[in-house]
C-alpha cells in the first residue's frame, strides 16, 4: 500500500476542469510534485513545490493543496492530457520518498 | 542539456543480482546540489521509489528494499549505480534512473532516463 492515495481512475469532458487529488498524512508537512506519464514513455514532471511549472508544460495545469490533500488540476482538458498521473512526496517520517498509486485520466 | 541513460542486463536468474548503471550526460553529476535516484515500474503498475544518493555518498532506501538495494556514485565517469541482490520475478520491472531536486519542503524528480526492462526469469 501506498502513504499517498490517488483516485485509480478520472474523466473528463473535453475542455472541462478537472481535479486529480493525492492525500496523506505527510502533506501536511511536505508539497508534493507531480508526474504525467503516456503509454510507453518515462513520467514526465509537471508540478513541484507550491506550484511550479517546469519549462514547456501548459498552464493550464496548476497545483494546490490544503491539509492532508495535494491537487492537480488541468483547466480546460485538452485531449493530450489523457495519460497517468502520479503524485510523489516524503512519507509520514520524513525519511523517504512515495508516491502515489496513481490516476488514470481519460478525456472524452 | 542533461542527459540520464540506464544501462544493463534485461534478464537476471532469480537469487541473483541486479546491476544497473545510469550516464549523466551533457552536465556533471557532482557539479550541483542534486540528489540521483532509481525507481522502478512493474508492468501495468504504478511508480516505486528505490533510493536516492546524494553526491556525496549518502544514501537514502525505501524501508523494504534496504536490506539488498545499494545505490554508489562515480563521479570520474558521471555514472551511478544501482545493485539489487536476491531477486525474484517481483522484482521485474521498468527501471528508471532520474536526477533529484528539492526545495524547502518539496522534492521533485525533474530529469528521468527512458528507463530499461529488466525480467527476472531462469
Known amino acids: 500500500s501506498s502513504e499517498l492515495t490517488q483516485d485509480p481512475a478520472v474523466s473528463v469532458a473535453l475542455g472541462q476542469t478537472v481535479r486529480i487529488t493525492c492525500q496523506g498524512d505527510?502533506?501536511?508537512?511536505?508539497?508534493a510534485s507531480w508526474y504525467q506519464q503516456k503509454p510507453g514513455q518515462a513520467p514526465v514532471l509537471v508540478i513541484y513545490g507550491i506550484n511550479n511549472r517546469p519549462s514547456g508544460i501548459p498552464d493550464r495545469l496548476s497545483g494546490s493543496s490544503s491539509g492532508n490533500t495535494a491537487s492537480l488540476t488541468i483547466t480546460g482538458a485538452q485531449a493530450e492530457d489523457e495519460a497517468d498521473y502520479y503524485c510523489?512526496?516524503?512519507?509520514?517520517?520524513?525519511?523517504?520518498?512515495?508516491f502515489g498509486g496513481g490516476t488514470k485520466l481519460t478525456v472524452l | 542539456q542533461l542527459q540520464l541513460q540506464e544501462s544493463g542486463p534485461g534478464l537476471v536468474k532469480p537469487s541473483e543480482t541486479l546491476s544497473l548503471t545510469c550516464t549523466v550526460s551533457?552536465?556533471?553529476?557532482?557539479?550541483?546540489?542534486?540528489?540521483w535516484g532509481w525507481i522502478r515500474q512493474p508492468p501495468g503498475k504504478g511508480l516505486e521509489w528505490i533510493g536516492s544518493i546524494y553526491q556525496i555518498g549518502s544514501t537514502y532506501y525505501k524501508a523494504s528494499l534496504k536490506s539488498r538495494v545499494t545505490i554508489s556514485v562515480d563521479t570520474s565517469k558521471n555514472q551511478f549505480s544501482l545493485k539489487l541482490t536476491s531477486v525474484t520475478a517481483a522484482d521485474t520491472a521498468l527501471y528508471y534512473c532520474?536526477?533529484?531536486?528539492?526545495?524547502?519542503?518539496?522534492?521533485?524528480?525533474?530529469?528521468w532516463g527512458r528507463g530499461t526492462l529488466v525480467t527476472v526469469s531462469s
Open positions: 532520474a536526477r533529484e531536486g528539492y526545495g524547502g519542503n518539496y522534492w521533485y524528480f525533474d530529469l
Open positions: 510523489h512526496s516524503r512519507d509520514s517520517s520524513g525519511n523517504h520518498r512515495v
Open positions: 505527510s502533506l501536511r508537512r511536505y508539497y
Open positions: 551533457g552536465g556533471s553529476i557532482s557539479s550541483s546540489s542534486y540528489y
